[in-house]
Nanobody
Framework: QGQLVESGGGLVQPGGSLRLSCAVSGSIFSIYAMEWYRQAPGKERELVAVITSDGRTNYADSVKGRFTISRDNAKKTVYLQMNSLKPEDTATYYC?????????WGQGTPVTVSS
């Protein structure tokens, strides 16, 4: 059974930055596209960013220009650099394989943007 471990979330003021990490174990990593998505209380799940196996990226309009997804295949880790954070970015952030998710999930890492 594989494992996804998200980390790096926390409380940050509007305009601040955070870097999220997602470590993948128990699975081949380099050949898969990976995603970050988020879930806020009372809201639908939102796909935030995708990175392909060869490093191409795509972002939701709501985060374009502020967030950057990247990956380190040697470390089997995907990152999400979040800058210029807004209160509406408050959510729990998860990673998974894209588009066909693994049949296991991480606990997510909560992000709260508030003054």
């Amino acid at each position: 059974q594989g494992q996804l471990v998200e980390s790096g979330g926390g409380l940050v003021q509007p305009g601040g930055s955070l870097r999220l990490s997602c470590a993948v174990s128990g699975s081949i990593f380099s050949i898969y596209a990976m995603e970050w998505y988020r879930q806020a209380p009372g809201k639908e799940r939102e796909l935030v960013a995708v990175i392909t196996s060869d490093g191409r990226t795509n972002y939701a309009d709501s985060v374009k220009g502020r967030f950057t997804i990247s990956r380190d295949n040697a470390k089997k880790t995907v990152y999400l650099q979040m800058n210029s954070l807004k209160p509406e970015d408050t959510a729990t952030y998860y990673c998974n394989r894209y588009p066909s998710r693994f049949d296991y999930w991480g606990q997510g890492t909560p992000v709260t943007v508030s003054s």
